[in-house]
C-alpha cells in the first residue's frame, strides 16, 4: 500500500495550487486523509483532513484559504490552495488511515511533493 503525492511546483505570492494524493495496492478502505507540511527547520504541521464522509479540518494558518476533498472512488485525496505566502512553502505530505488488506489499520505516509511560493 503506497500514497503518490503529485502537484507541487512554483507559484507566485497570491497564486494558487491543486496537490493530489492517491492510494494504491492491497487494502480493504480508506479512512480519513490528511496533509501535513513541513518547512525547513519547522516542526510537522496538520494542513487539512478529511474523513471518509467529508467532513473536514483545517490547520488555522490555512483557513480560508486552502480546501480539502476526496474523491472515494479514486482513493485519492486533494487539496486546494489559494492565495498562496511565501510562509505556504514546505514539502507537503499526504497521510491516511488505511485498512490493508490483512484487514488492520496502518498510517501509511505519501513521499511529499515541493510547495515553493515566490515572493
Known amino acids: 500500500v503506497q500514497l503518490q503525492a503529485f502537484g507541487g511546483g512554483l507559484v507566485q505570492a497570491g497564486g494558487s495550487l491543486k496537490l493530489s494524493c492517491a492510494a494504491s495496492g492491497a487494502f480493504r478502505s480508506v479512512n480519513i486523509m490528511r496533509w501535513y507540511r513541513q518547512a525547513p527547520g519547522k516542526q510537522r504541521e496538520l494542513v487539512a483532513g478529511i474523513t471518509g464522509t467529508g467532513s473536514t479540518n483545517y490547520g488555522d494558518s490555512v483557513k480560508g484559504r486552502f480546501t480539502v476533498s476526496r474523491d472515494n472512488a479514486k482513493n485519492t485525496v486533494y487539496l486546494w490552495m489559494n492565495n498562496l505566502k511565501p510562509e505556504d512553502a514546505a514539502v507537503y505530505l499526504c497521510?491516511?488511515?488505511?485498512?490493508?488488506?490483512?484487514?488492520?489499520?496502518?498510517?501509511?505516509w505519501g513521499q511529499g511533493t515541493q510547495v515553493t511560493v515566490s515572493s
Open positions: 497521510n491516511a488511515d488505511i485498512q490493508t488488506g490483512l484487514g488492520y489499520w496502518s498510517s501509511i
